[in-house]
Antibody
Framework: QVQLVESGGGVVQPGRSLRLSCEASGFTFTGFGFHWVRQAPGKVMEWVAV????????YYADSVRGRFTISRDNSKNTVYLEMNTLTVEDTAVYYCARDYGGIQWSQNWFDPWGQGTLVIVSS | QSVLTQPPSASGTPGQRVTISCSGS????????VNWYQQFPGTAPKLLIH???QRPSGVPDRFSGSKSGTSASLAISGLQSDDEADYHC???????????FGGGTKVTVL
């Protein structure tokens, strides 16, 4: 069964850091790239970052570039999102999603998604 | 404010056809494929349509997608109470160098 399970969310003060994890199972982890997508309460979904299947490329949304770092550990079938200098605007449910499709990655889609982990940035 | 524009809500009676629009620009929908995701309250999004009009296995053929120019549409025919959910469109944006989403459309079955 193809599955993604996020963890690491919680309540954190502004300016602090948090690391999210996304453990994958049920498929060949090294064959796929992964995304992080977040959704603030009652708001639009926002793509956050992507990491290539081999970790060679990483791209970030402007809103998090320089503060967030996406990485992967193929030995643990896990993708990470290291979040630094958090602000209240980073409060959201963070979803991990597998990149799926073909060679032309800009035409790919997200499938499946994990259940999400809630990050609340508050003093 | 989202890069892709969707109506905030849509509704219909059981059996009716409902259409949801997703409007973008030449840098996203105009030059890339559109994907649609279904999300029930409190749950993760699920892929509904990819590559403009392709249904993954398991998705009923009541759901269909189309694209023309810088706009895309999701149609739900034979509306059922189980279809009550939020629907999000998404595409790659070459100008922003990232994926962009619509604001989501809440479908209500009257």
């Amino acid at each position: 069964q193809v599955q993604l399970v996020e963890s690491g969310g919680g309540v954190v003060q502004p300016g602090r850091s948090l690391r999210l994890s996304c453990e994958a199972s049920g498929f060949t982890f090294t064959g796929f790239g992964f995304h992080w997508v977040r959704q603030a309460p009652g708001k639009v979904m926002e793509w956050v970052a992507v990491i290539w299947y081999d970790g060679s490329k990483k791209y970030y949304a402007d809103s998090v570039r320089g503060r967030f770092t996406i990485s992967r550990d193929n030995s643990k079938n896990t993708v990470y999102l290291e979040m630094n200098t958090l602000t209240v605007e980073d409060t959201a449910v963070y979803y991990c999603a597998r990149d799926y499709g073909g060679i032309q990655w800009s035409q790919n889609w997200f499938d499946p998604w994990g259940q999400g982990t809630l990050v609340i940035v508050s003093s | 404010q989202s890069v892709l524009t969707q109506p905030p809500s849509a509704s219909g009676t059981p059996g009716q056809r409902v259409t949801i629009s997703c409007s973008g620009s030449s840098s996203n929908i105009g030059s890339n494929t559109v994907n649609w995701y279904q999300q029930f309250p409190g749950t993760a999004p699920k892929l509904l349509i990819h590559s403009n009009n392709q249904r993954p296995s398991g998705v009923p053929d009541r759901f269909s997608g189309s694209k023309s120019g810088t706009s895309a549409s999701l149609a739900i025919s034979g509306l059922q109470s189980d279809d009550e959910a939020d629907y999000h469109c998404a595409a790659w944006d070459a100008s922003l160098n990232g994926w962009v989403f619509g604001g989501g459309t809440k479908v209500t079955v009257l």
